[in-house]
């Protein structure tokens, strides 16, 4: 645990971070939620480019969709007192030919380990698609359909889980287990610890 001071320095830093600034096609803005007293982390990819725009991290139609599977609602969400939301690439890394690019890879070694130094009562981490899966479940083979149906290995701490995106529809139609046999466990274990709220200081 570190100190409410220590944690307002580190915040300036990395809303100040300028590393990947020439290749970010609309420049830096790094989204994310951080409080000391979460106990669920939303570890995500990176922002979209309406996050971007907004600088409110999920608030497009990924988020829409995993607000869903956690049974939470759009104010639960954005609490920070109940959820953390740190993505792999803090700032919206561009276009590619099938989408959004990859996080930048300079990001999560730079600011991951010392923003998530902070979350002393971290009780379950939702990794959410592949550089996320990677990172939190470092040790982990196979692809990420592979890892996500093997959810019950990592359980309760680590949920891993595809990407919310309308893109991925046509996974969820393929593998119809995910929302019946993952989905009602997640939003149980998500409740549970929205129980346990830690009172406001």
């Not at 570190?2 to 100040?16: D, F, G, I, N």
């Not at 590393?19 to 096609?25: E, K, M, N, R, T």
Request: aromatic share 8%; net charge positive; charged share 25%.
């Amino acid at each position: 645990m570190t100190s409410e001071r220590e944690l307002e320095a580190l915040l300036a830093q990395v809303r100040r971070c300028r590393i990947c600034a020439d290749v970010l096609p609309l420049g830096p803005r790094p989204v994310f939620q951080l409080d000391p007293a979460p106990r669920i982390l939303v570890a995500s990819q990176a922002p979209g480019r309406k996050v971007h725009e907004t600088g409110l991290p999920f608030n497009d139609a990924s988020g829409e969709r995993l607000r869903r599977w956690l049974g939470v609602t759009r104010e639960e969400f954005y609490d920070p007192h109940l959820m953390a939301i740190v993505p792999m690439g803090l700032c919206y890394p561009g276009r590619g030919r099938s989408g959004d690019l990859p996080p930048r890879p300079e990001c999560a070694p730079q600011w991951r380990a010392p923003l998530l130094a902070h979350l002393g009562r971290l009780e379950l981490t939702l990794a959410i698609g592949q550089y996320a899966l990677a990172w939190h479940l470092s040790d982990e083979r196979g692809n990420l359909t592979q890892v996500v149906r093997r959810w019950r290995e990592f359980w309760p701490r680590v949920v891993p889980l595809p990407h919310p995106s309308p893109r991925n529809n046509g996974w969820l139609a393929q593998n119809p287990w995910f929302e019946r046999e993952l989905v009602p466990q997640l939003q149980q274990r998500v409740a549970q610890l929205l129980r346990k709220r830690t009172p406001k200081k």
